[in-house]
């Protein structure tokens, strides 16, 4: 599972950094540099458009994993350097750049470089789908391993819609109508009764809505006899 990326406008980009002469730049090695959008050569890229733009870059980085806890010690290493930049401009995905923006000695505004798109998986190389929005009650093992959420463009809980035609869906003929998928993955398994069961409404109490949502793993392993 990979968080997805793309990168903003250069425009935009510069607008966040009307005010900064001296940019420190930090990409990520993990999920940014798969989706080409803040690996070395992306960094390098926006490195020479920067100072091309009359921006002086003090120095840059490509963090192993930006999301990382490991990412204090990549700042800590590089302290001097980035005490000297007006700002940050982290072309890593939006945990990256809180993470960054937490663990820095001093404070200092990080401004994103990405937009963060949504959690997908590799379907082949170099193309992504997106395959859970986290909604905080998983309902797959009604629906074959396939998230009618995201996958069905109504993201409806009972489907098919009615619009589906030739398996694809009625939004464009380049989405595979999430309720055919999964009407034929449960034919496979010669589970097609299980299309019979209502699912109730959602309780989207759990999903993002309400403030963040936490989960305190260390408590519940010590509450575990
Ligand atoms: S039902 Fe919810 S948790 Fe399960 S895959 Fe879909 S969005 Fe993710
Ligand atoms: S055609 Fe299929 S994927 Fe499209 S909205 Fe209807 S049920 Fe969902």
Request: hydrophobic share 35%; aromatic share 4%; glycine share 8%.
């Amino acid at each position: 599972m990979k968080t997805i990326t793309e990168q903003k406008p250069l425009e935009e980009i510069t607008q966040y950094l009307e005010k900064c002469k001296k940019v420190y730049l930090i990409g990520c090695g993990t999920c940014a540099t798969l989706c080409h959008t803040g690996g070395k050569s992306e960094v390098l890229e926006v490195k020479a458009n920067l100072e091309a733009n009359g921006k002086q870059v003090v120095g840059w980085m490509v963090i192993p994993t930006a999301c990382d806890e490991l990412t204090k010690y990549a700042l800590e290493e590089e302290a001097k350097t980035i005490a000297a930049a007006d700002c940050i401009l982290a072309m890593t995905c939006a945990i990256g750049v809180q993470m960054i923006s937490l663990h820095l000695k001093e404070p200092k505004l990080v401004y994103p470089a990405l937009n963060t798109l949504f959690l997908g998986m590799e379907e082949s190389p170099g193309h992504f789908t997106e395959v859970c929005l986290q909604c905080g009650n998983c309902v797959l093992g009604r629906t074959a391993a396939i998230c009618p959420l995201v996958r069905c463009s109504k993201s409806l809980l009972n489907g098919p819609c009615g619009g589906s035609a030739e398996g694809k869906c009625e939004v464009s003929p380049d989405i595979p109508c999430a309720w055919q998928l999964i009407y034929d993955r449960l034919a496979a398994m010669g589970r097609l009764d299980e299309l019979e069961e209502i699912e109730p409404i959602k309780d989207w109490s759990v999903s993002v809505s309400g403030g963040p949502r936490k989960s305190d793993v260390e408590a519940e392993c010590a509450d575990t006899p």
